[in-house]
């Protein structure tokens, strides 16, 4: 029975970040969703509730802004409602928060090993083979997610308490190789920038690039107002660039 | 004034299969260095496809859609496919085109995170956690209807809307307008840029080297705080310098396998070692 749960309980977590990524339908990513859904597959819907409702109060506002790492909050819920049934809600909440803190480490190892996506596509987008292309995205783009969910859930049920304990108490001693994670995904996203404006006009126009830069950097503006404020400055540059065609 | 309209290339039926192909898969592939790029080109492919026979025409339509993009996924994305599905069809180039993701994706992640996470889904999950902490089912059932009917809605209002608009904005403008129009977007999408690109790089100094001196004769230890010395000369200054360092490693012909292959190495050593933070 044991391996039956941790089958459709690490589904359950794959389904969650299948959702966010996609559909959007459930929000089962959200602790309170995925505790119900947990606390529905083993029976002990009340369990679910109290799991999931305490999770999401410590997490609400609390979401992936601009491609962040947020503690892993659904997989805590479904562990935490999981063993809170057999060992009570303070075990349950207790087994949780360091399972939601842990996995996060592979929430950022999994979304920089994506880029075998982006490269993938590009070689579909030179062959001009957009089936190819489809069956990638279709069948394969979301596994990485969902299996650094579904694996850990899995293995954790099905190998129990003591497996938890022993795994966080590794990631722990080796403090570095979170630190080294987590770096590397602040600095990627450099490379995205630095191929978008290989295609851009930046050596015909820096200047603008500069004032963006200024207006976040030093007036710390937010985006929004860069953006109105940009509207503006290209509305003038063209009001003196075309004045003379306009008489 | 003339009141032609732009020629319709496209039926409802292409339409909604993008729409469907984003709302299916438009995060999966999601990664550090292009964010959402894939999801974007799943989306709107069908659309190139039709719009481009040619197929080296295609072929750089498809590529350039790969570009870097990142935006908020319920109130952004399905605006932004909208409107590019109008230029596209309207015949437009793919610097405008592109000129219009750039410029709107910064501006519409933050109206969107804003809007969707901090205040819709904030409010709702209190009250559904409130709910369910009291014993009742109806707390998450709640939340999933208040999710999954007006998330649906809002997407499909945004991309209808601004494929409209698209059409009407593009049917208004004479042939002479286009190169203003792209050079418009591009100018607005530079400046974004300029201000998006520090927003999401993080790479800061953590090491902060004690330096202990016998200052008559007592010993004092000083901790150097490297990055508040580098904030003081230059704000986001590593951000900045490894932004331009993979975009001069791109322009001497680098492929950005190998360029990722170098902030690895440089991000995961400093993130070991304790340099970086």
Redesign the interface.
Known sequence: MTIVYAIVLAALAYYAW?D????????AF?P??S??FAGLIIGD??MG??I???L??MA??V?T???ATIPEYSVGAILGTYFGKSQGFEVGLALAIPAALLLTQLDVLN?????V???R??A???A?D?RG??RM??VF??MI?GFTRAIPVFLAVAFGEPAVTAVTTFFNNNA??N????????????????????????QK?PA???????????LK????G??????A??LV??QIK?RTAEG | MTTETVERKLTRADLMRAFWRYVFLFQCGWNYERMQSVGYAYSILPILKKLHPDPEEFKEAFLTNLNFFNTNPVVGAPLIIGAHIALEEAGAALETTEGLKVGLMGPMAGVGDTLVWALYNSVIFSIGASMALGGSVLGPILVILLVFFPYLAVRYWQFTWAYQQGSNLVASLGGGLIARVTEFATMVGLVVVGGFAPSIVRMAIAWKPAITTTVQGQAATTTIDIQQQLDAILPFMLPVLITALAYWLLRRGWSPVAVLGVLFVIGFIGGAIGLLG
């Open positions: 299948y966010i990524l996609g559909p959007n339908f459930t929000l959200r309170l969703i505790g119900f819907v009340q509730l109290l999931g409702g305490t999401e109060l609400l506002g979401y802004y601009g491609g979304r920089f090993l994506n880029f996506f982006v490269h596509a590009d579909y987008a030179e001009g957009s292309f489809d995205m279709v783009s979301h997610w570095w190789i630190q080294g994670i987590s770096v590397v995904g602040g600095i990627l996203p450099a490379l995205g920038f630095a191929m978008l404006l290989k295609i851009m006009p930046i126009y603008f690039l500069l004032l963006g830069f200024v207006m976040y950097a030093y503006m937010p985006l929004v860069i953006a109105i404020a940009a509207v400055i290209t540059f063209q075309y």
